[in-house]
């Protein structure tokens, strides 16, 4: 697209061809290659991490009229180290009773769909470990696969607190997985392909933020909804069951949990961007400003639009109470899923309407 | 399918139940079957350790019942106490009780309003009552010393007068309470999730409320007009002109947003007794040693939380041969199992927020 290089991509092609000649067998580098991604994206999982709490611990601050963490490192930055020190060190107490091995497995469990969602992230043009040809599909399945876990958690802690926490999280994320998959087809159908790639491509003239605001709506509430946050984060409840299914773990493991909330942050984020708001490419504007803008590399962008939606969710979490778990499920099926049947219908219908306009 | 109930034990120690209250909930799923209050965990015996002390050694005692309105409660005792020897109040002192008991009152209400807002999820909304509540709690401070446990209002009067520049300051709180009470309805009470979550919930009939003896704002929410500073009126509450906010149908919400409105009746009375108020002494002529002469004396007063009552029985000693107290608190907390049937897990949380128990003055 344009001329100068992405320094990311550039240290990719160095690298390669540094390890091309090292290994020979060019099958050999690929593996090596993705052993990179992967290195890379846990980078970017624990990296981004720190930032949010840090972050979320501001904007609560800056929401209550408080400056936040202000002690460790300058304005606070280094609140997170401190913390993660401190969980490291905290006692890993397992009570009696729990079911050992699925009470161990489940947060460690709860990593992995996590981890995996971030292979399909197209973080800039040629920037995405694995452009698969069904990307978008691959991201719901996995993705919809964490309930298992918060399951796990809640049944084998042998706390009542747990167990109620546990059967909210299968009754919640099943309910808004639908009205979330649904809400994505529509834009599926105005690009016609689940790979990545193309659908950023497909908004390189107008953002299907502008052509799909209504499945943006409900993209952003059912996604809320999946990563347990207020107002949907019944799952926790903390005023209500304590902790639900992680009541009863503590150090490294609840971190676990606590590590895993925030990278189904960024994830939802990123797919809102890919999806809703044009992933990599800057927003539209003149073809003189483009110019003027392209040495900002893509994922500057990608990250600039991902970092936004995080701010939105925190922005809910901090200003919105909880529902109450009925309100939950009705809200999720008598008036998101028909909400985002009808903006399939719409869009059907606008998509036929417009071939025909256009004599296709 | 064959299904049971479970027990369910929230409390002693749990985020949303005001203190060390217990809850046994039983539960079927997320339904609730019976929720049996147990209480005690915060018991001092309060009653009998001021049958030991001097009249004037109990007024302490009250700041450490409802410690969210401790100068309520120490008007209720001071005012029985001077019932009892038929004392006569110096005006300024009796203009001092009405404003610093009123602010109180707008104190424990903000409270109210901010912890519900949190049992119900909303971190926000809290903190900013909690903020705001704090200039009500430095004038209580640069007033007495004290934050929460005053021992202020003293037999036959005030402790001491105001400090300089207090009124004025005042003045300006009470210049400056419309905007956050337009805060608190931009940020809790005007969200429609915490409408949905508290509208409708457990509603409690007006022949209900009265017959297990509620008061306060939980009767009121009902559509009793029952205020105690309007139905009997002590000191000097028959000078002001204000109203006593009524709810309906006596939901949660209307529990809830009772409190709000009693915030703005409150800062009418302050208002009006910041320009009536007088120069002049702030405290009668008081013996030393209080001897109360032989005989029984039951006096009541509007407490945030409902209608206080403190009953003394004197044998002309120095001290008290029955004290009493009538708690509203405690009282109002009977009905959670009553208002918590039927209803789900997250509303027994928001029922026990609108009943607000203070454990201090429910266990005593």
Known sequence: MNTNQDILLTIAATLRSFLDPLLGNPDVVDVTMYGVALAAILGIIFGNAVILVWAERKVAGYMQSRPGPNRVGPIGLLQTVADTIKLITKEDIRPKGVDRWVWFLAPVVLFVPTLAAYAVFPFSEGLIAVDLNIGLFYFLAVASTVTIPFLMAGWSSNNKYSLIGGMRSVAQMVSYEIPLVFSLIGVVMLVGSLKMSSIVEAQSGIWFIFLQPVAFLIYVIAATAETNRTPFDLVEGESEIVAGPMTEYSGMKWSLFFLAEYANLFAVSAIATTVFLGGWQPPPMPAVMRDAVAFIPGWIWFAAKTYFMIFLFMWFRWTFPRFRVDQLMSFGWKVLLPLALANILVTGVGIYAYRIAIGG | ?364
């Open chain 2, 1 to 364: 399918m064959q299904t049971q109930t479970f027990e369910l034990n929230m409390g002693p120690q749990h985020p949303a139940t005001h203190g060390v209250l217990r809850v046994v909930l039983e539960l079927d799923g997320e339904i609730v079957v019976k929720a049996t209050p147990v209480i005690g965990y915060l018991h001092r015996g309060i009653e009998k350790i001021c049958e030991n002390r001097t009249y004037v050694q109990s007024i302490p005692f009250t700041d450490r019942m409802d410690y969210l309105s401790g100068m309520n409660n120490n008007l209720a005792i001071c005012q029985t106490i001077e019932k009892l020897m038929a004392l006569e109040i110096p005006e300024r002192a009796e203009y001092i009780r009405v404003i610093t008991a009123e602010l109180n009152r707008i104190a424990s209400h903000m409270i109210t309003i901010g912890v519900l807002a949190l049992d119900l999820g909303g971190w926000t909304g809290m903190v900013y009552c909690f903020r705001d509540r704090e200039r009500i709690l430095d004038l209580f401070n640069s007033l007495c010393g004290a934050r929460m446990t005053f021992n202020y209002i003293r037999v036959g009067g005030v402790g001491w007068d105001l400090p300089e520049g207090w009124l004025d300051e005042c003045r300006r709180f009470l210049k400056d309470l419309p905007e956050m009470l337009k805060t608190y309805e931009d940020l809790i009470s005007g969200n429609e999730i915490l409408q949905m979550r508290l509208k409708g919930v457990a509603p409690l009939s007006a022949e209900r409320a009265i017959a297990m003896s509620a008061s306060g704002a939980v009767l009121r929410a009902s559509g009793v007009d029952y205020d105690v500073r309007k139905a009997n009126p002590y000191g000097i509450y028959d000078r002001f002109d204000f109203e006593v906010p009524l709810g309906t149908s006596g939901d949660n919400w209307d529990r809830f947003y009772l409190r709000y409105l009693e915030i703005i009746q409150s800062a009418r009375i302050i208002e009006q007794a910041l320009e009536q108020i007088p120069e002049g002494p702030v405290m009668a002529k008081v013996p030393k040693m209080i001897k109360p002469p032989v005989g029984e004396v039951y006096h009541h007063v509007e407490n945030p939380r409902g209608d206080l009552g403190f009953y003394l029985v004197s044998d002309g000693s120095p001290k008290p041969y029955r004290w009493h107290a009538r708690r509203p608190a405690m009282i109002n907390l009977q009905l959670l199992d009553e208002l918590s049937r039927g209803t789900f897990i997250a509303d027994v949380v928001a029922t026990l927020g609108t009943l607000d128990p203070v454990l201090g003055e429910v266990d005593c």
